[in-house]
Each structure stands twice: as C-alpha cells, then as structure tokens.
C-alpha cells in the first residue's frame, strides 16, 4: 500500500524564504571552498557585546538552565518596559509583554492572533519576505502596497487610503526598514496614525528591530507613542540586530493585554518559553545603557561608514539606482538594468534572484 505523501494546503501555498535559499547557496559553496562573501542574511558581523555573553555564561554557571515562565522571565520583561518607557514613551506593564524566540515568532504569533480567514494584512513594498507568507500561514491575504524610489520607499498616505476594505486587518509598519534603511518620520507616521484611527478594525504591528541603528538626523518614532495608537498597537522588537544576538533567538512583543494574551497562548502550545540563558543575556543587554550604550553606538558608526563608502561606489556604477538609507544596514539597489540579459554560462538573468544566482555562480 503506498504511503499518502500530501502535505497541507496551507503549507503548499507558501514559499521558501528567499533569503534561506540564497544563503542555503552560498554556505554551500563556502563549503566546497569557494571564497564567498555572503550578505544573505541580516545579520551584523561583530561578535555579541562582552557584557552580553558574560551575563550568558553566568545564567549557565549558576544553573539558571531551566524552563522559565512561557512569557518571559518577570525580571527581563519587567527591563523591557522600563526601556519602552524610557527609550520609545510607551507604557507597559509585564503581563503586557510576551518573550519569544526572536522577533520572527512574535510576529508570526501576532497575525496568528488577530487575523481571520479572508483578512487582509497590509505590507508596505519593498518588504521583508517573509511578511505575505506569514499572512498566509494565518489564513489572511497579504495585501501589497508598492512604494517609490523617488519616496525613499516611504508608504504614500493617499495610497494606503485607496487599498483599505472591510476585510483589511493589519497593516505592517518596518521603520528602519528591511531592506530600504528608509526612517518614518514622526509627521508621515501621524498621518498614517489618522487614516488608522478611521478604521474600527484595523491594527498595526509596528516592527521595531532596527530602532537603534538610525542614522542622524533621522530619529526613530514608535507608533504606539502616538496619540490614540497605544490600544491599536502591537510593538515588535528584540535583541538579535541592534545588539549583534542573531543566534541567540531572543525578542518580545508588546501591546494590549487581551492581543498579547492570546498571542501568549499560541505561543504555549507552539514552543513554550524563550530560551533562558538567552533572557539572562537580554537582561545583560539592556544594563547597557541607553540605546545599547557606547557599544552599540560603535558598531552604528561603523555601519554608517560603510553605508557612505557603498553610496559612493554604487553612483558610479552604470545602471544602478539606490535609495539612501537612513537606518539599518542594508542597501536596497535597483539592478533591473540587467534584467534581460543572457549571460553566458548562466542564462538570462530576469530577476533579482536570478542575479542574486548569477553572481554567486560567475562572479568569484
């Protein structure tokens, strides 16, 4: 008898991460000793903070190595809100934050939470990837709201207006922004807060993970503190950029008890408690200082140095645009330049992926 091999309808309608298959790539090609550079993935290349790890390796000295409580440990969520009060003027208390294993599953738990079948989740293009499958995974629609290179990719008020429906449920707020480095000033995002307020159902989850690594002037803003945005909101940050703690799988979610409660639930019967040397860490973390103190600010400078040597490079490089960012460490370049081109011992190169493969296979 043959074994039945279908898999979820659910699952069937969602992609790989693009982004794990570019990098899936170049390891392999590291691996078979080919000299590879790889900027796949966001993630920072400076080890985690001294007093980040020291704080690590006494959680596991003294034995703290157990499961803690599925929200979070009292302690580190009770430093989480004192940041948020300090650092972004919003207000929460413990039972209004919920620990996870980094930034990813607290959002993914968030639109599990609030959406329902045929609901759509709005996402300001261009995007992290992984937000419309997300959506999709939660039985909601990604709805797509392209931006412009002439905008700094910043979503235009009159068009989030005109994509608005009875059906529309969340809209995703990245500021910096992954993939543009592009900063929401306070006025675009009152503006935004306005058209969000005229619609009962709608909510924001305002993806935070960036905040830290800004670029003066610019200045970040969390739409929570926003007038009559608190209730609307869910907050979404961590540790893994800012503080360069990529594996130690370590971020939260805050927001109105009722959302983060149910999120908490989901969260329970999914994969319980963070890791608890990883939130020993955390609280190590934020004992920093103020935005991750000096430290932080250090890797920031560094960033910004190479953001101004790689504008530099690509404006005089034929065919290629790129917006300037002002946060994060990425540069979102516009290459459709070479969209068409049959490059030999390739192919034809129609996309961003394909040149993505193009040079991983050709250009060593």
């Given at each position: 008898?043959?074994?039945?091999?279908?898999?979820?309808?659910?699952?069937?309608?969602?992609?790989?991460?693009?982004?794990?298959?570019?990098?899936?790539?170049?390891?392999?090609?590291?691996?078979?000793?080919?000299?590879?550079?790889?900027?796949?993935?966001?993630?920072?290349?400076?080890?985690?903070?001294?007093?980040?790890?020291?704080?690590?390796?006494?959680?596991?000295?003294?034995?703290?190595?157990?499961?803690?409580?599925?929200?979070?440990?009292?302690?580190?969520?009770?430093?989480?809100?004192?940041?948020?009060?300090?650092?972004?003027?919003?207000?929460?208390?413990?039972?209004?934050?919920?620990?996870?294993?980094?930034?990813?599953?607290?959002?993914?738990?968030?639109?599990?939470?609030?959406?329902?079948?045929?609901?759509?989740?709005?996402?300001?293009?261009?995007?992290?990837?992984?937000?419309?499958?997300?959506?999709?995974?939660?039985?909601?629609?990604?709805?797509?709201?392209?931006?412009?290179?002439?905008?700094?990719?910043?979503?235009?008020?009159?068009?989030?207006?005109?994509?608005?429906?009875?059906?529309?449920?969340?809209?995703?707020?990245?500021?910096?922004?992954?993939?543009?480095?592009?900063?929401?000033?306070?006025?675009?995002?009152?503006?935004?807060?306005?058209?969000?307020?005229?619609?009962?159902?709608?909510?924001?989850?305002?993806?935070?993970?960036?905040?830290?690594?800004?670029?003066?002037?610019?200045?970040?803003?969390?739409?929570?503190?926003?007038?009559?945005?608190?209730?609307?909101?869910?907050?979404?940050?961590?540790?893994?950029?800012?503080?360069?703690?990529?594996?130690?799988?370590?971020?939260?979610?805050?927001?109105?008890?009722?959302?983060?409660?149910?999120?908490?639930?989901?969260?329970?019967?999914?994969?319980?408690?963070?890791?608890?040397?990883?939130?020993?860490?955390?609280?190590?973390?934020?004992?920093?200082?103020?935005?991750?103190?000096?430290?932080?600010?250090?890797?920031?400078?560094?960033?910004?140095?190479?953001?101004?040597?790689?504008?530099?490079?690509?404006?005089?490089?034929?065919?290629?645009?790129?917006?300037?960012?002002?946060?994060?460490?990425?540069?979102?370049?516009?290459?459709?330049?070479y969209y068409g081109v049959e490059a030999q011992g390739f192919g034809l190169i129609?996309?961003?992926?394909?040149?993505?493969?193009?040079?991983?296979?050709?250009?060593?």
């Amino acid at each position: 008898m043959e074994v039945d091999t279908c898999t979820s309808p659910r699952v069937n309608n969602v992609s790989t991460s693009r982004t794990s298959v570019i990098m899936d790539n170049a390891k392999a090609l590291a691996q078979a000793g080919v000299p590879i550079i790889s900027l796949c993935a966001g993630e920072p290349d400076f080890d985690t903070p001294t007093a980040i790890t020291q704080g690590g390796v006494k959680a596991i000295m003294e034995g703290h190595t157990r499961y803690t409580p599925n929200g979070g440990t009292l302690q580190l969520r009770t430093a989480i809100c004192r940041k948020l009060k300090e650092e972004n003027e919003i207000v929460y208390s413990p039972d209004e934050v919920l620990v996870s294993n980094g930034a990813k599953q607290s959002i993914f738990q968030a639109m599990l939470a609030v959406c329902s079948p045929g609901d759509e989740v709005l996402i300001p293009a261009p995007h992290w990837v992984s937000y419309p499958d997300m959506a999709k995974l939660a039985d909601a629609t990604p709805v797509i709201l392209k931006s412009l290179m002439s905008d700094n990719f910043l979503l235009n008020p009159d068009h989030l207006k005109s994509k608005l429906s009875a059906k529309s449920r969340l809209l995703i707020l990245c500021s910096p922004s992954n993939p543009t480095g592009s900063v929401y000033p306070r006025e675009l995002l009152t503006q935004i807060a306005k058209i969000v307020a005229s619609h009962p159902r709608l909510l924001v989850l305002s993806d935070e993970i960036y905040e830290h690594i800004i670029y003066a002037p610019a200045m970040h803003t969390s739409f929570a503190s926003l007038p009559d945005m608190w209730e609307r909101t869910l907050t979404v940050n961590g540790f893994s950029k800012a503080f360069a703690m990529t594996g130690w799988r370590l971020g939260y979610l805050a927001g109105p008890k009722h959302f983060v409660t149910t999120c908490a639930k989901i969260q329970s019967q999914l994969s319980s408690c963070a890791n608890s040397i990883s939130q020993s860490a955390g609280e190590s973390a934020l004992r920093m200082g103020k935005a991750g103190g000096e430290v932080v600010a250090t890797m920031v400078t560094a960033y910004r140095e190479r953001r101004d040597f790689l504008l530099q490079f690509f404006k005089d490089l034929q065919g290629v645009k790129v917006s300037h960012p002002q946060g994060a460490f990425y540069l979102f370049l516009d290459l459709s330049y070479y969209y068409g081109v049959e490059a030999q011992g390739f192919g034809l190169i129609n996309s961003s992926e394909s040149l993505c493969c193009y040079l991983l296979d050709q250009a060593q």
